[in-house]
């Protein structure tokens, strides 16, 4: 059976899904098959959609709704008294064994074990369903009591967002068992803040909230939301925290509304209590720090620094480095914030278990002893890991091994070791037919310090740095498949650092060396590098013995990306310098005498996505990706490892991995000594269906869209459009010896045409999202195809072989 015929199939095996489900309805039972919220101008529609308890199954399209016909699959096999029954004979059968060895004196605790875990296998049969209807959804059964319950919902919403004199009232119609519905909201008018005002009692308290005004979560002019005041009041209470009122909480914050003079705008008075036993609230300075590692060992070695006293037992730690990790200073008004951000700073070295600060308030007012109690992890580690990669759309086993050494030198480093072994089903690098089997395996060593290793005084660049790291690596790996075996030397220095918050992270490699050796062990293989040579692809460079250095800086920012309940981002860009220490490696004199292959080039890329929830569990994911790779050395060639590649299951994915471009060139149909096929009028003919070859590119535009919504427990669907493609900075093409083009133009980048060149590729894809994996096949089908002549690259689906193309993967697109 072909794509388009078992496709076609099951489109019409599940478009019968929508009948099924009325069909299942109990006599008197209806199905809310449509529900909308109407007349809505200033509210917002999405966030009272999200208040509903009762919304129509969720429908794909052509399939309709899948979640519930699998449900209802999963329900008819589901007999409660058939489970009471089995869960009766079991019970039965192990008693008698359980009593049997109780008789004869012996352990019955894995029987009882047993015994739980059947019975509760079929408890959570009995309450949660069998594994369809757990991965379906149950039928959306019309229930006027949960209607009035979303409709209360509502109108209490309306209230908080400032429509006092709101009303939402029901409009339903029934047409074969199906209830379309509609929630009819009359907002009536908003109420808007008219002044604000403070009654504290404690002018250095006002003088505080004036001064920083500018981040209250309260206008005057803005309209009135309830949800603002409890963002304000959490806003005020981490303000006056982080201003040294150490016992300051919510509980002291309090908001008085009413009504102005003369209209129906809002006087907001924010009120500070003053505690119960004080006339004011204590403002504290942290008047000493105490830092103690000794844990339940005693007292080995004390030291003073930078007015910190340190307290030491067993385990030696380097009191300066430690230094450069404590935020809060002695002598510094009391900040919650600076304390938390003390804690995160000391546990982002992976070296100690917890961290405790407590606070001695006992000496005199206004000031206290700050004591950091630390227990470290354990100084040796060994994880293992086991499991099943995907790449490019095969699966193959890996096992990874890592020992770990905390604080090495006494000076909080970490040396660790790893082991790797796996097999990866790829594509081959020069045929798209069978997936080859290919075997990895490494080691690589590490040693991280927690700090910047600088050759001059860091001390304040730490000071003011989070989480900043030097890395040191070095590293050999091994890559054996059928045509050949590569090994690697891999050595980096580079420094790591982030935000306060997390949302920021940066790397900057300083140097990454490799020394690559390749092997060609298939005679096949080698000709076709040969025959690709002949056509300018560079692909046979990447297997002389060579040299890649290079320094790079990678930064990404990720604002909360994928967060289901507001709209998200993540960027990432990323810049390369290649053969900034290639003089260190050759001599300049003579580099014609060495038999290595060195590069020079300039790499840049940026990835950028965006993330907007939709009402219901569903989200629309929009992605950008450019780059552009420059090679300048004496072989104006960039390592294949610094090539861009489009098509794959993370790319276009209606385009096998890596094949898709350069631009629009196509290669020409070779006869059997390798030359080409000409049609009757002496020109060559185009073989637009060959993707035999992986396609390198020197600049890269890729975009995607992708509409995300869930069917039911852990299965999701999706419809997707990708488009885009890669070029070459300079026309490939070259002719062979007998002044032949094996390959035609349009494979460089050219202003005046690339938007012509764009690849589009759309599909369908099912996800199961486990929440801690989530495994995805996706269809994808060309609709635009750039090989083709300009007025044929448009394609009617289903045209020819090889337009859908299937992906499997773990993990989300993007």
């Known amino acids: 059976m072909n794509v388009k015929v078992g496709f076609l199939l099951l489109i019409l095996l599940l478009a019968t899904s929508g009948c099924i489900t009325t069909r299942s309805l109990e006599d008197g039972e209806k199905l809310l098959y449509k529900q909308h919220i109407k007349g809505t101008e200033e509210s917002n529609k999405s966030d009272m959609y999200e208040l509903i308890t009762l919304a129509p199954n969720n429908r794909t399209p052509v399939l309709g709704p899948l979640g519930a016909y699998i449900y209802q699959e999963g329900k008819e096999d589901i007999d409660p008294d058939i489970i009471d029954q089995r869960k009766q004979n079991i019970a039965q059968r192990l008693d008698k064994k359980i009593q049997k060895k109780l008789t004869a004196g012996k352990d019955t605790t894995n029987l009882g074990n047993r015994k739980i875990r059947k019975l509760a296998r079929l408890d959570r049969q009995l309450t949660e369903g069998n594994f369809f209807m757990r991965t379906g959804t149950p039928l959306a059964i019309y229930d006027s009591v949960k209607i009035e319950e979303s409709r209360l919902n509502i109108k209490s919403y309306l209230n908080r967002k400032g429509f006092f004199d709101a009303e939402v009232t029901i409009n339903v119609r029934e047409r074969r068992k199906k209830v379309y519905q509609d929630f009819i909201v009359h907002e009536g008018e908003r109420r808007f803040?008219?002044?604000?005002?403070?009654?504290?009692?404690?002018?250095?308290?006002?003088?505080?909230?004036?001064?920083?005004?500018?981040?209250?979560?309260?206008?005057?002019?803005?309209?009135?939301?309830?949800?603002?005041?409890?963002?304000?009041?959490?806003?005020?209470?981490?303000?006056?925290?982080?201003?040294?009122y150490f016992a300051f909480n919510e509980g002291f914050v309090e908001f008085e509304v009413n009504f102005a003079p003369g209209n129906s705008d809002l006087i907001i008075t924010v009120i500070i209590n003053?505690?119960?036993?004080?006339?004011?609230?204590?403002?504290?300075?942290?008047?000493?720090?105490?830092?103690?590692?000794?844990?339940?060992?005693?007292?080995?070695?004390?030291?003073?620094?930078?007015?910190?006293?340190?307290?030491?037992?067993?385990?030696?730690?380097?009191?300066?480095?430690?230094?450069?990790?404590?935020?809060?200073?002695?002598?510094?008004?009391?900040?919650?914030?600076?304390?938390?951000?003390?804690?995160?700073?000391?546990?982002?070295?992976?070296?100690?278990?917890?961290?405790?600060?407590?606070?001695?308030?006992?000496?005199?007012?206004?000031?206290?002893?700050?004591?950091?109690?630390?227990?470290?992890?354990?100084?040796?580690?060994?994880?293992?890991?086991?499991?099943?990669?995907?790449?490019?759309?095969?699966?193959?086993?890996?096992?990874?091994?890592?020992?770990?050494?905390?604080?090495?030198f006494n000076g909080l480093e970490i040396f660790q070791l790893n082991g790797f072994a796996g097999i990866e089903g790829i594509s081959a690098a020069a045929d798209d037919e069978d997936p080859y089997r290919s075997f990895q395996y490494g080691i690589n060593s590490s040693l991280?310090?927690?700090?910047?290793?600088?050759?001059?005084?860091?001390?304040?660049?730490?000071?003011?740095?989070?989480?900043?790291?030097?890395?040191?690596?070095?590293?050999?790996?091994?890559?054996?498949?059928?045509?050949?075996?590569?090994?690697?030397?891999?050595?980096?220095?580079?420094y790591l650092w982030q935000n306060l918050t997390g949302t920021k992270n940066y790397t900057l490699n300083v140097l990454d060396a490799n020394l690559i050796d390749s092997n060609i062990t298939d005679q096949a293989f080698e000709d076709q590098l040969d025959e690709l040579a002949a056509q300018g692809n560079t692909l046979k460079l990447a297997f002389n013995r060579s040299f890649v250095s290079s320094s790079s800086i990678n930064a990404v920012y990720n604002e909360n990306y994928s967060n289901p309940n507001s709209p998200s981002s993540f960027l990432r860009w990323f810049a390369e310098a290649g053969g900034t220490t290639n003089d260190l490696w050759r001599n300049t004199e003579d580099t014609d005498n060495t038999d290595l292959e060195f590069y020079q080039f300039v790499k840049f890329q940026v990835d950028y996505r965006r993330y907007w929830p939709l009402k219901g569990n569903n989200s629309l994911v929009f992605r950008v990706n450019a780059g552009v790779a420059n090679p300048y050395g004496d072989n104006n060639a960039l390592p294949y490892e610094k090539f861009f590649f489009s098509g794959g299951s993370s790319s276009n994915r209606a385009w096998n991995p890596r094949r898709l471009g350069p631009g629009s060139s196509t290669p020409f149909l070779l006869d059997e000594n390798g030359d080409n096929v000409l049609d009757g009028n002496g020109n060559p003919i185009p073989d637009r269906n060959n993707y035999q070859f992986e396609q390198p590119g020197e600049i890269l535009l890729e975009t995607s869209l992708e509409y995300r919504t869930k069917i039911g427990g852990f299965l999701d669907w999706a419809f997707f459009v990708d488009a885009g493609n890669i070029w070459r900075i300079d026309e490939t093409t070259t002719s062979n010896t007998g002044g032949t083009v094996r390959i035609s133009e349009g494979g460089d980048f050219k202003v005046n045409r690339f938007h012509k060149e764009i690849a589009v590729g759309a599909g369908m894809g099912m996800r199961l999202d486990f929440s801690f994996l989530v495994f995805r096949l996706d269809l994808g089908h060309k609709i635009r195809d750039p090989r083709f002549d300009i007025g044929s690259r448009w394609q009617r689906p289903f045209k020819r072989a090889g337009q859908t193309v299937w992906n499997i993967a773990v993990g989300y697109p993007f």
């Open 448 to 494: 991280t310090f927690p700090r910047f290793l600088t050759p001059f005084n860091s001390r304040n660049l730490n000071l003011k740095t989070f989480n900043p790291r030097t890395v040191l690596s070095v590293g050999f790996a091994l890559t054996d498949r059928p045509e050949y075996r590569r090994g690697t030397l891999n050595t980096t220095f580079g």
């Open 193 to 244: 803040i008219d002044s604000l005002s403070y009654r504290t009692g404690d002018s250095l308290i006002t003088h505080l909230l004036v001064e920083n005004e500018a981040q209250s979560f309260l206008k005057e002019g803005d309209y009135y939301d309830r949800d603002n005041l409890t963002a304000e009041r959490d806003r005020l209470t981490l303000l006056l925290k982080n201003s040294g």
């Open 274 to 408: 003053k505690p119960a036993d004080k006339p004011f609230h204590t403002k504290y300075t942290l008047d000493s720090l105490i830092f103690n590692t000794t844990g339940p060992d005693a007292v080995m070695r004390e030291v003073d620094l930078q007015g910190i006293h340190y307290m030491f037992g067993n385990t030696r730690y380097s009191e300066r480095v430690l230094d450069t990790r404590l935020i809060a200073r002695p002598l510094e008004t009391y900040s919650y914030q600076r304390i938390v951000d003390t804690q995160r700073q000391l546990l982002s070295m992976d070296v100690f278990k917890f961290v405790n600060i407590n606070f001695d308030t006992t000496m005199m007012a206004g000031k206290f002893i700050a004591n950091v109690y630390t227990s470290p992890l354990q100084k040796f580690q060994l994880t293992q890991e086991l499991g099943v990669n995907v790449t490019d759309g095969f699966p193959g086993p890996f096992y990874n091994i890592a020992l770990r050494n905390r604080n090495t």
